[in-house]
């Protein structure tokens, strides 16, 4: 007897900067073989699938709202880590590759929050947001992170007086983003 086996599909990634990274999708390889153990559907699944929707829903119900966050970085690994991550948390996340990108989008969309990296081409993230904090309105300049891999004494002192509301340094986790959110959005009621 013939069974099928399903595997999530992984693949190698090229970014256009040359780097490369291993990724997975949410597609499937399903293979046929000559095996004496058929697939147990509940394998298919986190181990525990009932605890993951009644976390979601803490989230949704209890979590901060969904926002739309912009997220400026150079670095397509970086981008798609923290893009990842933010989804995960149930928010919006779009992509600028350079600071001129940033302050392009942030004057055609509304952001609530924008995570800024601070190395960039182009235009840095220090001037992008000075000119956001020049050319926008006051009441659609968002909050702004500084993201940075640099942690050196008066880096941060650096970005808040140069208009971030606040700095993070890499590697980023979950948790930190979390933090941030729940620090400016609060939860909700």
């Given amino acids: 007897m013939s069974n099928l086996y399903i595997e999530p599909l992984s693949y190698v990634e090229h970014s256009r900067h040359g780097e490369s990274f291993n990724s997975s999708s ?21 181990r525990d699938a009932s605890s993951l929707g ?11 709202r969904m926002l739309n966050i912009l997220v400026a970085e150079d670095n397509v690994t970086n981008q798609l880590v923290i893009t990842k991550m933010l989804e995960r948390l149930g928010h919006m996340v779009t992509i600028a590759e350079n600071g001129k990108e940033a302050l392009s989008k942030a004057q055609s969309s509304h952001y609530d929050l924008i995570f800024m990296d601070i190395q960039m081409p182009e235009m840095d993230g220090v001037e992008a947001v000075r000119q956001m904090r020049l050319q926008l309105p006051a009441d659609r300049i968002p909050i702004i992170v500084a993201v940075t891999a640099n942690a050196l004494m008066g880096d ?11 700095y993070l340094t890499k590697p980023l986790k979950t948790s930190m983003l979390s933090e941030v959110i729940k620090r400016y959005f609060g939860e909700d009621e």
Avoid: I, W, Y
Wanted: charged share 25%; net charge negative.
């Fill in 26 to 46: 949410d597609l499937f390889h399903f293979q046929q073989s000559e095996h004496p153990n058929p697939v147990n559907p509940a394998s298919l699944f986190p």
């Fill in 54 to 64: 009644r976390k979601r829903e803490q989230v949704t119900e209890s979590g901060p």
């Fill in 156 to 166: 941060r002192e650096h970005c808040l007086t140069a208009g971030m509301d606040d």
